[in-house]
């Protein structure tokens, strides 16, 4: 079956420190990902999605970055951190191929806070 | 473009009470339509899930909900709030027809339950 990891699960960072969040899937290949952000009263922001290695669509202007260097790894990156980014980070992935309405799993996330 | 608008960030019922947390969608083609539930410092469940079967959708818990096509609606209910029912959730909305299956989230409604 088709797991979500991610690490790290928490971390706190410095303003202007740089950031990296990995997102591993097994049991799947060439899904499409997702970055989420759920920050308070936002509810869940999607950030960028992949259809394939080095194919990255952003959705919102930021400081941040994605990369897919492997098929089933999904980096989320900046150079400096805001305040702004502070919040809970989610990977995402469909489970199943080729049909509409596929559910999307979620990984466990990771707790980031900018201090 | 796609979205999803829940109304009501924060929903309060008794227990034992009626549960009807709100979502309206926008869409211009058919849509496939999900709820997910997220307990607090855990990741997101699926609840249920509309993939153009059925209109009226049961999921896990005793919550189920229902396509409205012509009140681009799907709000979901469960007859009898439990006091386990307390946690944040989400609406979402999906496209598949781009071949990129973009998962659209609402901002979320939190609801506690009364004793």
């Known amino acids: 079956s088709q797991t979500i990891h991610q690490w790290p699960a928490t971390l706190v960072q410095p303003v202007g420190s740089p950031l990296s969040l990995e997102c591993t899937v097994e049991?799947?290949?060439?899904?499409?990902l997702y970055w989420y952000r759920q920050a308070a009263g936002r509810g869940l922001q999607l950030l960028f999605y992949?259809?394939?290695?080095?194919?990255i669509s952003s959705e919102v202007p930021q400081n941040l970055s994605a990369s897919r260097p492997q098929d089933r790894q999904f980096i989320l990156s900046s150079k400096k951190l805001l305040l702004s980014d502070s919040g809970f980070y989610l990977c995402?992935?469909?489970?199943?191929?080729?049909?509409?309405?596929?559910?999307?799993?979620f990984g466990e996330g990771s707790w980031l806070t900018v201090v | 473009a796609q979205s999803v608008t829940q109304l009501g960030s924060h929903v309060s019922v008794s227990e034992g009470a009626l549960v009807l947390l709100r979502c309206n969608y926008s869409?211009?083609?058919?849509?496939?339509l999900f709820w997910y539930v997220q307990y607090p410092n855990q990741g997101l469940q699926l609840l249920l899930k509309?993939?153009?079967?059925?209109?009226l959708v049961k999921g896990i818990n005793g919550f189920e909900a229902e396509f409205k096509k012509s009140e681009t609606s799907f709000h979901l209910t469960k007859p009898s709030a439990h006091m386990s029912d307390a946690a944040e959730y989400f609406c979402?909305?999906?496209?598949?027809?781009?071949?990129?299956?973009?998962?659209?989230f609402g901002t979320g409604t939190r609801l506690k339950v009364l004793a």
């Open positions: 869409s211009s083609v058919p849509p496939y």
């Open positions: 979402a909305v999906s496209d598949g027809t781009s071949g990129t299956y973009k998962y659209i």
């Open positions: 509309y993939t153009s079967a059925a209109t």
């Open positions: 049991g799947t290949s060439n899904p499409n």
């Open positions: 992949s259809v394939g290695i080095g194919q």
């Open positions: 995402a992935c469909p489970r199943g191929q080729g049909a509409n309405g596929n559910t999307i799993y």
